[in-house]
């Protein structure tokens, strides 16, 4: 069954509607106010409608500890689809390389071109650092203020700080990012085991690869059937090593397996990745290389699926193992997290007031006697207009 025509824009799909998800959220409203907001400078975060003061911050780390725990749960039960799919440097460095892509093809001169894809850059930089910052004060004023050329010293530092970091990340690390700095990528090894599902090339239907001329069948129409594990794995060896295992052997073209050895898969990886060689650390699951195999399969009429997402313990034929005890400890611990963030959640609702500030002074009067006073600022929850503020002095 040929699933190219929607599977092919799955991903371009996704990509698109996370980058305008996270540039249309800060102008959401909610109750007339910016529904995503991390006002520091007021120490007041709105979540939609939901407000959290300094006095709420045990909420606001168990929401940021349950989205750890979940993200390395997710990883741990489907593999690295957030790297290759939703990550934001995966996000900017597809744009740009979109972009790139575009620049390359509507203009001939280098010059030319490199001028043209720097200010598409610089542009989209741009507004992605105006954008990060909107989440940390209203997205409205700032960009009136940035309108009259009135931005405060703080907001032009912070805009160009996330702009020549999405510039750098997006423009000329890209992948990189992926392979030397990122933590989380580093983690990858110990959240995986045989049951979580990664990209793999199935050796046994694919080898040995070799060019062939067209109309010969797959190895399942000619009656050639898949070759055992070992077999294959020494086909690979020796096509990923030549110089330690010499040259692979002829084949005649009915020996050949599906694997017409077109490297388009190779071409197709951001990583620079030969999938061929088995499964490595760097591979983000991003599925370019299933697509351009898939592409090549079908339009060579074999059927499509010589490279796969999948499981090993799965491709091994072994059955599948949904809880694992990795997978039940992370369960656990997200239970537990989520558990305490709604008990802090219902604590918020019960009270009706939260502290925002205290400070204290003292100095000595006339007549050498020592006075101090203690301020505390507490802020009145009052739904759904907003709050209050009182201050009290004693
Ligand atoms: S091998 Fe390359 S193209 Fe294939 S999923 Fe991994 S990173 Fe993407
Ligand atoms: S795209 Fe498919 S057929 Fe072409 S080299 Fe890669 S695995 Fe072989």
Redesign the pocket.
Known sequence: MNRLPWLSHLPTLLTTVLLASFHALPWLRWNGRQALLLDLSNRRFDLFGLTLWPGDVGLLISLLAAAAVGLALFTHVAGRLWC?HACPQTLWSTLFNRVERCTRRWLRHPVAERTLRHVLWAMIALWTGVTFVGFFTPIDALLGRLVQLRPSGWEIFWILFYAAATWGNGGFLRRRVCTTLCPFARFQPALSDGHTPR?LYMAPRGEPRGARPAGLGSVARRGRGLLDGTTAQDYVFRAAHPELAGPMPRFAFDRLGDCIDCAA?VK????G?D?RNGP?AD????????LACHRVQHDAGFDTGLIRFCAPERMAGRPRRLLRPVTLALLGVLVVLVLLGAWQLARIQREDESAVGTSFACWTMPNCSISNATSLVTCVRSRPSGTSRASTRW
Request: glycine share 6%; net charge neutral.
């Open positions: 290759g990209m898969c197709a990886c951001p990583m990745l999938i490595h591979c983000l699951s991003c599925a370019a290389c299933l």
